[in-house]
């Protein structure tokens, strides 16, 4: 009998690098003697075969579904075919874009220019690809949408550009929420640097606190807004705040609870300023603190404010109090003044004797004047003014106030003119502008002592008085506020910023000014001018 002779096989599978059929009968079986070893068997799985058609139907099927804009344009820039996404951001069905210029019809006039460049780089061979560029489209309903494109050449079978196929991507609407995010965050910092209000956050777990810009601002520091370890923000504190501040810090994390705290800080320059913070604590899913968020608000200006309204009780107290002190002080000074005018009557005195005397009179009468004026010290005074003599004004003021000069070691020096013309003013008045003059320059003067210079002439229709003095000087930024009311560059318990304020407003009363030339470590000069007689 005979065996059956196995026929040859016909079947043909693609090859996978060449895409030729190949004929299996030559050796490569799709399966050997099932009856052979398993070392010796054989399977070869036949791959999908994809031809050209099918591919080209399955790409098309990607971009008909794919989300992105796609368009292809011919060499003379017209559409020949683009896809639903495309059509949707149009506002135009595929039948009336195709044929039509895109550059002419789509693309917005601005810019127009440089997207037919990039177009004729890439059938020009310049390019494979355009990159990613933003060119705006215009729509059917005349709407403007930014988009991202990309671009690439679809050459022949020779390498010839034939076409050019756009993919874009809407990103109006991404556009629009960061631009609507950067005017958030302009106007969120326009408000904070308005209202001087900051903000940090306290990191736990690296112990670093991150500030605002505005923050920054308000410490003075050349900090950054990066973050900064929490003993390097401590540092900005004042030192006499830092302790209290570190503490409430402390007492606030351990209750888990935000705390309100106000504290001065110390700028680079040596001045302060004095915040108001407010915390809120952030816990984990343990309870245990994680992130601390704060704002701090610069209420140095209102510091000041409250600093004057207390200033100003002050005073209304004194008010209130006045007419029962001017009724003490006026008693007894009445009869003061009667004493020294029977010694004067009945007692020889030598001339300089006299003359102590009938200054002592004089200042007794000033001093019921004064204590009058303190039931209005706010309201003008309307007392009667006549013909005075600056120099006799100043030589009187040099007397009461020599003892002082020798205890503080100063030198003072009389310019004044010879023949001075009088002046109508209050006497009482002027003698306390120049008091409070002669005084500020006395306290300029360090320990070891100075000099002070008292000058008097007249120029046209005005008289000149000045008190220069060697002292200690002014910056330009203190020169420019001594004669605001409450500015003072002494301490809270030495002066309430009220002399020079006075002087300058009793001065303008009688119709004259005052002048200021100072100069840190190089003295300072003030010259009041009156209008003479």
């Not at 680079?268 to 816990?283: A, W």
Request: proline share 4%; glycine share 6%; charged share 25%.
């Amino acid at each position: 009998m005979k065996k059956a002779v196995p026929k040859k096989s016909n079947h043909k599978i693609l090859d996978s690098t060449s895409n030729v059929p190949t004929d299996t009968s030559a050796g490569q079986s799709v399966m050997e003697n099932s009856a052979g070893t398993e070392a010796d068997s054989k399977i070869i799985v036949p791959l999908n075969s994809i031809d050209r058609n099918s591919l080209s139907a399955s790409i098309e099927s990607m971009i008909h579904l794919s989300r992105d804009i796609i368009v292809v344009l011919g060499k003379n820039q017209v559409i020949q075919t683009l896809n639903p996404a495309a059509c949707q951001a149009l506002g135009i069905g595929r039948e009336k874009a195709e044929g039509k210029n895109w550059f002419d019809h789509f693309v917005t006039r601005s810019m127009r220019t440089s997207a037919r460049k990039s177009f004729q780089d890439l059938f020009s061979g310049k390019r494979d690809s355009m990159g990613y560029l933003v060119i705006p489209i215009v729509n059917k309903m005349g709407e403007e949408k930014l988009i991202e494109w990309e671009g690439i050449a679809l050459k022949d079978g020779g390498g010839t550009p034939e076409a050019v196929l756009l993919s874009g991507r809407d990103i109006t609407q991404q556009k629009r929420i960061e631009k609507e995010l950067i005017q958030s965050e302009w106007d969120m910092a326009l408000a904070q640097k308005i209202a001087r209000l900051g903000g940090w956050v306290y990191n736990m777990a690296n112990d670093e606190i991150r500030m605002s810009d505005e923050m920054v601002h308000i410490f003075g520091t050349s900090l950054q807004a990066s973050p900064v370890p929490y003993k390097v923000f401590l540092k900005l504190i004042h030192p006499d705040d830092r302790q209290r501040v570190a503490a409430s810090h402390e007492e606030s994390l351990r209750t888990g609870k935000g705390h309100k705290v106000e504290y001065r800080v110390l700028l680079t320059d040596g001045t302060e300023r004095t915040v108001y913070e407010e915390s809120k604590i952030f816990l984990d899913d343990l309870d245990n603190p994680l992130k601390v968020r704060g704002i701090v608000q610069d209420i140095s200006e209102r510091k000041k404010v409250q600093d004057r309204l207390m200033h100003a009780e002050k005073l209304s107290s004194i008010g209130k109090l006045s007419a029962s002190i001017a009724h003490e002080i006026n008693n007894p000074l009445f009869g003061i003044r009667n004493v020294l005018e029977r010694t004067r009557m009945c007692v020889p005195l030598k001339e300089a004797d006299e003359r102590f005397i009938d200054m002592a009179i004089s200042e007794t009468d000033r001093i019921a004047k004064l204590t009058r004026r303190l039931n209005n010290f706010f309201s003008p005074t309307r007392e009667h003014k006549e013909p005075l003599q600056i120099n006799r004004i100043l030589e009187e003021i040099t007397l009461l106030i020599h003892k002082e000069l020798e205890d503080r070691k100063i030198k003072l020096q009389a310019r004044y003119a010879e023949v001075l013309p009088e002046v109508m003013a209050v006497p009482d008045q002027i003698k306390q502008v120049a008091l409070n003059l002669v005084q500020n320059a006395m306290e300029a003067i360090p320990e070891s002592g100075g000099e002070i210079i008292l000058t008097t002439f007249h120029q046209d229709s005005y008289l000149y008085f000045s008190v220069a003095d060697n002292g200690t000087g002014m910056t330009e930024d203190t020169r420019k506020n001594i004669f605001e009311p409450f500015f003072t560059t002494k301490s809270k318990n030495e002066g309430t910023g009220l002399g020079l304020w006075v002087t300058n407003g009793i001065v303008q009363s009688h119709g004259g000014g005052i002048e200021v030339h100072s100069e840190c470590g190089n003295g300072t000069t003030f010259t009041v001018s009156l209008p003479m007689v």
